[in-house]
């Protein structure tokens, strides 16, 4: 995904907003098909193998206790598959819950997609211009904590090795923990002052504040925005006109295959599979260049 | 042309009785390299500080400063922000942000540059001093050198006519540290920027300014050019107490007590003193003490220890073997992540291997105590005073009550911190905080004491007092293991020297013969009487050794 993640911050978050938002709002089983097969694409196409395993594993349970759960407690619906002691158990709400599942996954891949495409700096850019002052201290919190989390555990060790972690009771142990604690955060502070020394010297304090970035909106960011937002508006019309509307209950039916349907239909799919269609074109314009050379 | 005027100013902190800085008056030309240098607190940093307004601290001050012919007070807010730059001693608190180039572009920032203006200076600063290579990295993957490094460049980004450094090297280990140093020297060389330094290791500094200025007591004594600088202070006697920071060519010119030569300021001078003296073969064996025989069952063992933090991360140790006997003082050296501290933790018992063992010998009750001193001695402050903190640690280890104060007050004396006791560990200067710490370790009556980087931050009347105080412990039979990139420090202190290099110990002899054998790796002394004295590896073996040519050719 390194083709999409170098497009400019803003087009990432219109599109990434769109997406989810899109996912989450529409009932239609084939736009959250839609919305799981690029957020799949994504997946397979930029997240490390180690982590799609892991991802794989903490979710499929997940995802079936969820699509389960729905007929075992929902009992809408007029197919009825089987009777369960006095309760109904429905074609409805089975395949509901199944949607419902599609739909958390689809989620899940995609905010992962988002984690990976716009780290905290690109976010941080986006309001860097409306907000120099608090975007510089959202920044300083980002290299905070992680350092605080490094400093707990540095300490928790120095301690546990002088043998200052060795209680027989809860009791102790909580306080031996709060001692680390009060330790690392005064230490904290004390380190805050240099930084705000170093900070001082470089005119922190002076006013008229600008905000720097690596980022340019080019040409080719324009065209994608503009895209992502045709695309969007589709879908949108689709929703708003109910040409899309769907309803699992009280019976399952297809969905609705009308003109405009078909329009939002296919302007979602291309929406979800922009990330991978942008990767494929630039994977096959190295495959060219590569037998070029 | 002078840049800055320091004219009659003193300084006196608010509720202080004597004040920080008197009289005091200086001028800095255009261009100047000039290197300030006094023991630990005698004004230094508030000198230097006094000079940057935004660091100014509270306190009345009388006299001047004029920057620019201007007096500080009235210079524009931008003007003394831009163009007097100031870095500080830790390299990681001086970082704001989370970015490489954000932290670059932070200077300019503030001084309201449009974009356009910040992307050019900060590539050329960038590519000027080379840091290309990690411009889009997270600030915290960088080691300590390549942080400094990010902060002097976040400073020249904004283009200053004078920079001020306080003590910048302190932090870092000896090979960052000369980096740094080169490249202020070349700032200074190529682009004529005008240079204010504090240091308090001054082996490399000397050759590198034009002037230096020594403090003593808030006080100017002496301001004149590095040579003659040298010269005075090792004439001096009874010796100054800053001689001992002095480069190794100088010290070893004045344990000789030449006195018609000129003083020596690098190895390269040192080694043109030393053609003027003979030796003897080899250096007199220094008094060192007996080193247990190999048979003697160690304190602790290492047995082909092999360690990483996790599963998919590369090895850190790889077979690593290390005896230590009661009694010795042992040096282990080695370049930045090499495994240097994952040793330690290992001996401590915070980590384990995955293979071999980790055997401590055993004694009446249970096994070998060990005792850690970590990199960061604040860690382990926990209370108010550090008094209190000594006496809070004997609480947790359950020593009687009644016992309790006269073990604080025992420790205390034999490390002489009885002055610091009622004071807040937070406020004790580098080298202070390092001994409270120590004595804090030295209460659970280790066997086996472990220091990770003992002398990073101290100045050289310090360390001494380090030295002695190690030595002191090791007649009672404690064993230190120091792991340590000081390699003057290791070669004065050390029974015996090991060099940790890709997770395994390569050589482990007596300092004498270790730094001999080493090339590159090795003290300025044992440089400079290369040739000379092989074996001669401090400034009082190599000033031994020597006689002067005239006498030692006389027949007796």
Redesign the interface.
């Known amino acids: 995904m390194r083709a999409f993640s170098a497009l400019h911050p803003s087009v990432l978050l219109v599109y990434f907003l769109s997406v989810l938002l899109l996912t989450m709002f529409a009932e239609n089983p084939v736009l959250r098909v839609c919305a799981l097969l690029g957020g799949v694409l994504c997946a397979v196409l930029s997240a490390p193998t ?1 982590g799609k395993r892991k991802m794989l594993r903490t979710t499929l349970p997940f995802l079936l206790v969820v699509a389960l759960f729905n007929p075992l407690f929902v009992h809408e619906g007029v197919t009825v598959l089987f009777w369960l002691g006095d309760t109904p158990f429905t074609l409805e709400a089975l395949l509901y819950g199944v949607c419902l599942a599609l739909t958390l996954a689809a989620v899940i891949l995609w905010c992962g997609a988002y984690n990976r495409a716009v780290p ?2 690109k976010l941080l850019f986006l309001f860097g211009k409306a907000a ?1 002052r608090l975007t ?1 201290t959202l ?2 919190a ?2 905070f904590l ?2 605080l989390l490094r ?1 707990l555990r ?2 928790d ?8 972690q060795m ?1 027989a009771d809860r009791k102790g142990q909580i306080r031996g923990k709060l ?1 680390v604690l ?3 955060l ?2 904290s502070l ?3 002052m ?2 705000a ?18 980022y340019r909106f080019t040409l080719r960011d324009g065209i994608l925005l503009t895209t992502v937002l045709l695309l969007t508006a589709v879908v949108l019309a689709g929703f708003i006109s109910g040409e899309v509307a769907y309803s699992f209950y009280p019976r399952v039916t297809a969905p609705p295959v009308t003109p405009a349907a078909v329009c939002a239909y296919a302007a979602f799919l291309a929406l979800s599979l922009l990330p991978a269609l942008l990767e494929a074109v630039e994977r096959g314009k190295w495959k060219f260049c590569v037998s070029k050379m | 042309m002078e840049i800055l005027r320091i004219e009659n100013v003193s300084f006196t902190y608010p509720n202080a009785e004597c004040p920080a800085l008197e009289s005091m008056s200086f001028t800095v030309r255009q261009g100047e390299f000039v290197v300030l240098c006094g023991e630990t607190g005698c004004g230094k940093t508030t000198l230097l500080r006094l000079i ?1 307004r ?2 100014a601290p509270h306190g009345t001050r009388t006299g001047a400063i004029l920057f620019d012919d201007v007096p500080l007070e009235r210079l524009d ?2 003007t003394s ?2 163009e007097i ?2 870095v ?3 390299p ?8 490489v ?2 932290e670059l ?11 356009q203006v ?2 050019r200076r ?1 590539a050329e600063t960038a590519s000027w001093l080379g840091i290309e290579g990690w411009f ?1 990295q997270d ?2 993957t960088l080691s300590g050198g390549q942080k400094q490094l990010l ?1 002097l460049a ?2 020249l980004v ?1 283009q200053p006519k004078m920079l001020l450094l306080d003590e910048p090297t302190a932090q870092l280990d000896p090979i960052a540290a000369t980096e740094f140093l080169n490249t202020l020297a070349r700032l200074n060389r190529e682009l004529g920027m005008t240079i204010l330094l504090v240091e308090h290791r001054l082996e490399e500094v000397f050759a590198l300014a034009d002037r230096v200025l020594l403090l003593e007591k808030g006080r100017l004594t002496l301001d004149d050019t590095p040579h003659a600088i040298a010269e005075a202070l090792c004439k001096t006697s009874p010796p100054h107490p800053i001689c001992e920071a002095l480069p190794s060519a100088a010290r070893i010119y004045r344990l000789l007590g030449a006195k018609k030569e000129r003083c020596p300021i690098s190895v390269r001078e040192g080694r043109e003193l030393l053609q003027k003296y003979s030796f003897s073969e080899t250096a007199p064996v220094l008094p060192n003490p007996s080193i247990a025989s190999k048979n003697e069952t160690p304190l602790a063992e290492l047995r082909e220890v092999w360690f990483r933090y996790a599963r ?1 991360l590369p090895d850190v140790l790889r077979g690593l073997t290390l005896r230590l006997h009661a009694g010795e003082i042992c040096c282990v050296l080695g370049g930045n992540g090499v495994g240097k501290t994952t040793l330690l ?1 290992l001996l ?3 980590d384990k291997p995955y293979r071999g063992k980790v055997r401590l010998a055993k004694k009446e009750s249970g096994y070998a105590k ?3 001193l ?1 990199q ?1 001695p ?5 209370e108010e005073t550090v008094r209190n903190d000594l006496l809070s ?1 004997l609480q ?2 359950d020593v009687p009550k009644a016992e309790r104060e006269a073990r604080v007050h025992a420790i205390a004396q034999e490390l002489h911190i009885e002055a610091l006791l009622d004071r807040h560990p ?1 406020d004790l200067s580098g080298g202070e905080q390092q001994k409270c710490a120590l004595s ?2 030295l209460l ?1 009556n280790p066997d086996l004491l472990l220091l990770d980087e003992p002398t990073k931050g101290m100045d050289a009347a310090c360390k001494q007092g380090l030295v002695t105080l190690l030595r002191t412990l090791r007649e009672k039979g404690l064993c230190t293991l120091i792991v340590t990139h000081d390699a003057e420090f290791a070669a004065e202190t050390a029974d015996r020297c090991a060099l940790l290099f890709d997770g395994e110990i390569l050589s482990v002899a007596p300092p004498r013969d270790f730094f001999s054998e080493n090339y590159f790796y090795t003290t300025a002394a044992n440089r400079i009487a290369r040739g000379f004295c092989e074996h001669a590896v401090t400034c009082e073996a190599v000033a031994a050794a020597a006689k002067p040519r005239g006498k030692a050719d006389a027949p007796c």
Request: with cysteine; net charge neutral; proline share 5%.
């Open positions: 180690g905290s700096d120099p510089m920044c300083m980002l290299r992680p350092q400093q540095a300490a060790r120095a301690q546990t090795a002088l043998g200052m209680p001692r009060s330790c690392v005064s230490v004390e380190n805050a240099e930084t020394a170093s900070m001082q010297a470089r005119g922190h304090a002076l006013p008229g504040r600008t905000h720097f970035a690596l | 940057k935004e660091l807010a931008h922000a831009g730059g100031f500080l001693q830790n990681e608190n001086q970082i704001v942000t989370d970015k180039w954000h572009a932070f200077g300019a920032e503030s001084l309201g540059l449009p974009t910040i992307r900060v889009r600030t915290d902060n976040s400073v904004m998919e933790n401590a018992g915070t060990t005792a850690l970590p960061s604040l860690l382990l402050f926990t640690l947790i280890l937070f804090k370790v659970t």
